[in-house]
């Protein structure tokens, strides 16, 4: 199953007419735009050229058959594809230091082989989704904006190789996803990563036992729970909520051993903090479990 990339949304909405429908345990290949829907090709275009009633599409919405509402959705991310170039730009009054920017500017980062020349610079390629997510229960979304169902989440560790754990809030969940960068660090301070078109290939499965608090990352070695709300300390909070919650149905320990657990050993880190809900996430390494 494949979804083209003419089949974009700038909301998570319940009343998104599905673009196709999917059993549990099936591939779809997602195609997705950059996040200026492909408008920023070179350094000549600036972001001031932008549509912003048209930035951040994300490619489905895909009906998973058979989930319902309480249901936990589980995505493999088992490969991202990019295009052999992407844009990060500058911009007066975007991100951490906006206020200091005078004038915009659009650099491309050509990928070469496992790399990004940008300038003069060679980054490491490390490519990851920057909105994923369901449809929420209520009122629709923008795709701009991260919070309890996914969405812009823009976490580097929703990567090649990992399971995304989202919560169905609708029946058929509703998946859609873009905003790939080939490149961001955490916090993505001007606002943008490497920002870049190219295709995801996941597997997705409902889950009817999944008891943990949503959203939640594994990777090879960690867990992850992944908070997102108006500011840092509160995404913080509700990250390291849901992961002592997590170790303590995992372990069967007291709030009190859970806490101490990952004061010593978890690690509390910046997804974003230039969205219009920032983003944090709690790490907690698996050979603690
Ligand atoms: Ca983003
Ligand atoms: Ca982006």
Redesign the pocket.
């Known amino acids: 199953m494949r979804v083209g990339k003419d089949k974009i949304n700038f909301s998570m909405d319940k009343n998104h007419k599905a673009v196709c429908k999917v059993k549990s345990g099936d591939s779809i290949i997602f195609e997705t735009c950059d996040?200026f829907t492909d408008t920023i090709k070179s350094e000549d275009d600036l972001v001031s050229s932008v549509d912003f009633s048209r930035v951040?599409p994300a490619t489905g919405p895909v009906y998973i058959e058979g989930a319902k509402k309480g249901d936990v959705l589980k995505v493999d991310i088992i490969k991202i594809n990019v295009k052999d170039s992407g844009v990060s730009v500058a911009v007066p009054n975007m991100g951490r230091l906006g206020s200091k920017v005078e004038k915009e500017e659009t650099l491309v980062g050509k990928i070469v082989g496992d790399k990004i020349q940008i300038g003069s610079d060679r980054l490491d390629l490390n490519k990851m989704i920057?909105?994923i997510g369901t449809a929420p229960e209520n009122d629709p979304v923008v795709t701009?904006t991260p919070d309890y169902h996914g969405g812009?989440?823009?976490c580097k560790m929703v990567r090649e190789g990992v399971s995304l754990y989202l919560p169905v809030n609708v029946e058929g969940a509703l998946l859609s996803l873009g905003?790939l960068?080939a490149c961001m660090g955490d916090g993505?301070i001007m606002?943008?990563?490497l920002e870049i078109a190219g295709e995801v290939e996941l597997k997705v499965e409902i889950l009817k036992d999944f008891s943990y608090k949503l959203p939640m990352i594994e990777s090879e070695d960690a867990w992850i729970s992944i908070g997102s709300a108006e500011n840092m300390e509160a995404a913080s909070d509700l990250a390291i909520a849901n992961m002592a919650d997590f170790l303590m149905k995992k372990k069967s320990i007291s709030l009190n051993q859970a806490g101490i657990l990952l004061s010593l050993a978890g690690d509390l880190r910046v997804c974003?903090i230039v969205?219009p809900n920032r983003t944090m996430r709690m790490e907690f390494p698996k050979k603690y479990l």
Do not use: I
């Open positions: 996040c951040n920057g909105v701009g812009n989440m823009d905003d960068h993505e606002g943008a990563g974003q969205n």
